[in-house]
């Protein structure tokens, strides 16, 4: 079976008839999220395209050739127009008169904004000088794992000559710039015929004279480094063959999830909260279960672009599934990470230069783990998801350039230099201010509830993940999506669990730990309500009420504060009590009985959690009828017989006229109590209740 069988090449998807119906810049945009769309080509953010186009000068009125390239931080996967930076041509080639030394380098990209067409206000990206000095209509830059594979080789000068012959040129390790802009400006003027070009240890450079040709030329040099690569791999062993086998699934999962909250716990001690990801990919657990895994791991990535994303180096910590429990890593784990952290402390100051930042944070971002698989851990869960992608990139590098040569990662200092440079560190200044609960992780029974839902809007309004915990599977699902679709895929997780059964609440917690890390706020909101006398209320009524707000209630704490106290960062506990948890009502003594518990349980767990920072507190509803399902049923129905009323409107017009402040109370009006309670503001409040209820003199506190 050759690779176009097995899928391996990358299929041409330009579409004429669509491309036909774009202005020049829509069919840039067009291109652009071709190539992005398959990470085959490029990473997240990775990348970039442009095109030189005739455009009507605003001041002038005269025609001009403007240069459209992607502007700094976007992706060419997801881009729209307004990612593209515009410049004059003429502006940009009159800087090449000012360029005297590569001493000058970050000097000329400040001068870019004065080449800048129609007051376009997207910053340009570090890669300007080198689309706008290739004297061809369309550029792209990408970096597929085939290329980088050849370009981070030993061999790679000679090996990209015996792949493409005089059709792809070469160019040594440069890092992005004004200088590597006049490199490619030479290599096309003194080879017109060329296609494109190789970038020791970077990536690749293409062109056309159409938008059309231009992405096809990429696709067919990728593609062609992608049958060399395959044809040499064949009946060899990658990394050297197999070291320690992979574990199951189950137990690929249950040691992420052991591990990760400890760790979370011992690199967010000093410093902003981290997220984590867990990664078992085929390539990943070959790679870290292979032979070479120690030899090659130290040597870092190659690709710029990787580098940035990953860090110097991974740890690797020893382990054997075979024989070893997560209970036989989690002593060493102290140890090593003090290991790597004084290690990259030893690699800043060997590089540093005289105007270097600040060291940054010292610990690392891609923890490998034999049997097992990858954990990424960054400032949020996309830019540790994304960490783990491009690491699982430079795998798939490993794999090829060992395959056909020796792989070279990036020289020490020349690494040091792009992630200390002072380009870089302007744009990390220019990041705006996290949000109060960013990094946070938040978990919620009852989570696809009306309550459950406009708490974990409202958390996550405030930077917050969170894992939404319930019982009704179709919910739940539909819940996540509209989260998902407001605050994006990676900050919400799902789990299914019934409150009531210990092994199903101690999976999802371990669920939670392996999608985020670990846990910082648990909202115990599961709930229901019933109501009759006293001598109509049945055992199975009764139990099933304690089983669910009050068993419910204990299951969930406790597996928060086990999470918490291991992780050593503190928490928020957060129950969602009742009034009648203050106040009793008659026909309903189950229902009372149990809320009252959950009332003295915060209680307790606020004396047992307050030395390892553990908050606990209760956030006191009343009569929250809108979104709820509970009152949607059969409870609902019996408040409104005993408040002979005939519609739902009318029941909360009862209520709502109880109150002292004669106002309806909203779910959404609970979520603020939540967020109160889940905040640093609160973080002087344990053992607390707030009473959310539009004011009911019979349930003040005090």
């Given at each position: 079976m050759d690779v176009a069988e097995r899928g391996l090449l990358l299929e041409n998807r330009w579409d004429d008839a669509v491309a036909a119906s774009l202005s020049p810049e829509a069919l840039l945009v067009y291109r652009s999220n071709l190539l992005g769309s398959d990470k085959r080509i490029t990473n997240y953010g990775g990348g970039n395209t442009s095109s030189k186009l005739d455009e009507r000068d605003p001041l002038t009125g005269e025609t001009v050739k403007?240069?459209?390239v992607k502007g700094s931080g976007g992706d060419i996967g997801s881009m729209r127009l307004d990612g593209f930076a515009t410049l004059y041509m003429d502006k940009l080639i009159s800087l090449q008169a000012i360029y005297k030394s590569d001493a000058q380098e970050d000097e000329m990209v400040g001068l870019y904004n004065h080449c800048t067409f129609n007051l376009n206000p997207r910053a340009t990206s570090i890669d300007t000088a080198l689309h706008g000095f290739i004297d061809r209509p369309h550029v792209d830059h990408v970096h597929p794992d085939a290329i980088i594979a050849i370009a981070a080789s030993a061999d790679s000068r000679k090996l990209t000559q015996e792949i493409y012959g005089d059709t792809v040129g070469w160019v040594p390790w440069r890092r992005p710039g004004f200088e590597l802009g006049l490199w490619l400006k030479k290599f096309t003027e003194e080879n017109p015929k060329a296609r494109g070009l190789v970038l020791e240890a970077h990536g690749l450079f293409t062109w056309g004279d159409t938008q059309k040709e231009c992405y096809e030329t990429t696709l067919d040099v990728i593609n062609r480094a992608t049958e060399f690569l395959t044809k040499h791999?064949?009946?060899k062993s990658a990394f050297g063959g197999e070291r320690i086998k992979s574990a199951m699934p189950e137990k690929r999962r249950a040691v992420a999830a052991g591990l990760m909250p400890v760790i979370r716990g011992l690199i967010s001690k000093n410093g902003p909260f981290k997220l984590g990801h867990f990664d078992d990919s085929p390539e990943v657990l070959e790679f870290v279960g292979s032979r070479d895994l120690a030899t090659l791991a130290p040597l870092g990535t190659s690709c710029p672009d990787h580098f940035l994303r990953t860090k110097i180096a991974p740890l690797v910590l020893?382990?054997?599934?075979?024989?070893?429990?997560?209970?036989d890593l989690l002593p060493g784990l102290p140890e090593?990470?003090?290991?790597?952290?004084e290690g990259y402390a030893a690699y800043y100051n060997r590089c540093k230069r005289a105007n270097?930042?600040?060291?940054?944070d010292p610990n690392a971002v891609v923890y490998l783990i034999p049997g097992i698989g990858m954990l990424t851990f960054a400032a949020d869960k996309a830019t540790a998801r994304i960490a783990g992608e491009f690491y699982r990139n430079a795998i798939n590098v490993m794999r090829g350039a060992t395959t056909v040569s020796v792989y070279r990662g990036l020289p020490e200092q020349e690494a040091f230099d792009?992630?200390?440079?002072?380009?870089?560190e302007a744009k990390l200044q220019r990041m705006p201010k996290p949000r109060a609960l960013a990094g946070k992780v938040a978990f919620i029974t009852g989570g696809a509830g009306g309550i459950g839902m406009a708490s974990a809007r409202r958390l996550m309004q405030d930077g917050a993940c969170v894992v939404l915990c319930d019982i009704d599977?179709?919910?739940l699902e539909t819940s996540r999506g509209e989260l998902a679709k407001s605050f994006g895929a990676d900050a919400v997780s799902t789990v299914w669990a019934d409150v009531t059964k210990e092994d199903a609440l101690v999976a999802a917690f371990h669920e939670a730990a392996a999608a985020f890390g670990g846990l910082d706020i648990c909202v115990c909101n599961a709930g229901i309500a019933s109501a009759s006398p006293l001598e109509d209320t049945t055992l199975a009524i009764w139990q099933k009420n304690i089983d669910i707000l009050a068993t419910g209630y204990f299951l969930t704490s406790r597996e928060a504060f086990r999470t918490m106290k291991e992780q050593g960062l503190g928490g928020s506990i957060i129950m969602i009590a009742s009034k009648n948890a203050l106040v009793a009502s008659p026909g309903a003594a189950a229902y009372c009985t149990a809320k009252a518990s959950e009332l003295h349980l915060s209680r307790c767990v606020a004396l047992e959690g307050a030395p390892f920072g553990i908050r606990s507190n209760v956030v006191n509803p009343d009569a929250v009828l809108r979104g709820s399902r509970i009152w949607k049923g059969e409870w609902g129905e019996q408040r409104a017989a005993s408040y002979k009323t005939e519609s739902f409107d009318d029941l909360e017009a009862v209520y709502r006229e109880r109150s002292l402040l004669k106002r309806s109370v909203y779910p959404e009006?609970?979520?603020e109590g939540v967020a109160f309670f889940a905040s640093e503001i609160s973080s002087k409040s344990t053992g607390n209740i707030i009473n959310v209820d539009a004011g009911n003199a019979n349930a003040f506190t005090r």
């Amino acid at each position: 079976m050759d690779v176009a069988e097995r899928g391996l090449l990358l299929e041409n998807r330009w579409d004429d008839a669509v491309a036909a119906s774009l202005s020049p810049e829509a069919l840039l945009v067009y291109r652009s999220n071709l190539l992005g769309s398959d990470k085959r080509i490029t990473n997240y953010g990775g990348g970039n395209t442009s095109s030189k186009l005739d455009e009507r000068d605003p001041l002038t009125g005269e025609t001009v050739k403007v240069l459209w390239v992607k502007g700094s931080g976007g992706d060419i996967g997801s881009m729209r127009l307004d990612g593209f930076a515009t410049l004059y041509m003429d502006k940009l080639i009159s800087l090449q008169a000012i360029y005297k030394s590569d001493a000058q380098e970050d000097e000329m990209v400040g001068l870019y904004n004065h080449c800048t067409f129609n007051l376009n206000p997207r910053a340009t990206s570090i890669d300007t000088a080198l689309h706008g000095f290739i004297d061809r209509p369309h550029v792209d830059h990408v970096h597929p794992d085939a290329i980088i594979a050849i370009a981070a080789s030993a061999d790679s000068r000679k090996l990209t000559q015996e792949i493409y012959g005089d059709t792809v040129g070469w160019v040594p390790w440069r890092r992005p710039g004004f200088e590597l802009g006049l490199w490619l400006k030479k290599f096309t003027e003194e080879n017109p015929k060329a296609r494109g070009l190789v970038l020791e240890a970077h990536g690749l450079f293409t062109w056309g004279d159409t938008q059309k040709e231009c992405y096809e030329t990429t696709l067919d040099v990728i593609n062609r480094a992608t049958e060399f690569l395959t044809k040499h791999s064949a009946g060899k062993s990658a990394f050297g063959g197999e070291r320690i086998k992979s574990a199951m699934p189950e137990k690929r999962r249950a040691v992420a999830a052991g591990l990760m909250p400890v760790i979370r716990g011992l690199i967010s001690k000093n410093g902003p909260f981290k997220l984590g990801h867990f990664d078992d990919s085929p390539e990943v657990l070959e790679f870290v279960g292979s032979r070479d895994l120690a030899t090659l791991a130290p040597l870092g990535t190659s690709c710029p672009d990787h580098f940035l994303r990953t860090k110097i180096a991974p740890l690797v910590l020893d382990f054997d599934p075979g024989t070893q429990e997560v209970a036989d890593l989690l002593p060493g784990l102290p140890e090593a990470l003090e290991t790597y952290r004084e290690g990259y402390a030893a690699y800043y100051n060997r590089c540093k230069r005289a105007n270097s930042p600040a060291m940054r944070d010292p610990n690392a971002v891609v923890y490998l783990i034999p049997g097992i698989g990858m954990l990424t851990f960054a400032a949020d869960k996309a830019t540790a998801r994304i960490a783990g992608e491009f690491y699982r990139n430079a795998i798939n590098v490993m794999r090829g350039a060992t395959t056909v040569s020796v792989y070279r990662g990036l020289p020490e200092q020349e690494a040091f230099d792009i992630e200390y440079w002072l380009l870089e560190e302007a744009k990390l200044q220019r990041m705006p201010k996290p949000r109060a609960l960013a990094g946070k992780v938040a978990f919620i029974t009852g989570g696809a509830g009306g309550i459950g839902m406009a708490s974990a809007r409202r958390l996550m309004q405030d930077g917050a993940c969170v894992v939404l915990c319930d019982i009704d599977r179709g919910v739940l699902e539909t819940s996540r999506g509209e989260l998902a679709k407001s605050f994006g895929a990676d900050a919400v997780s799902t789990v299914w669990a019934d409150v009531t059964k210990e092994d199903a609440l101690v999976a999802a917690f371990h669920e939670a730990a392996a999608a985020f890390g670990g846990l910082d706020i648990c909202v115990c909101n599961a709930g229901i309500a019933s109501a009759s006398p006293l001598e109509d209320t049945t055992l199975a009524i009764w139990q099933k009420n304690i089983d669910i707000l009050a068993t419910g209630y204990f299951l969930t704490s406790r597996e928060a504060f086990r999470t918490m106290k291991e992780q050593g960062l503190g928490g928020s506990i957060i129950m969602i009590a009742s009034k009648n948890a203050l106040v009793a009502s008659p026909g309903a003594a189950a229902y009372c009985t149990a809320k009252a518990s959950e009332l003295h349980l915060s209680r307790c767990v606020a004396l047992e959690g307050a030395p390892f920072g553990i908050r606990s507190n209760v956030v006191n509803p009343d009569a929250v009828l809108r979104g709820s399902r509970i009152w949607k049923g059969e409870w609902g129905e019996q408040r409104a017989a005993s408040y002979k009323t005939e519609s739902f409107d009318d029941l909360e017009a009862v209520y709502r006229e109880r109150s002292l402040l004669k106002r309806s109370v909203y779910p959404e009006d609970i979520a603020e109590g939540v967020a109160f309670f889940a905040s640093e503001i609160s973080s002087k409040s344990t053992g607390n209740i707030i009473n959310v209820d539009a004011g009911n003199a019979n349930a003040f506190t005090r």
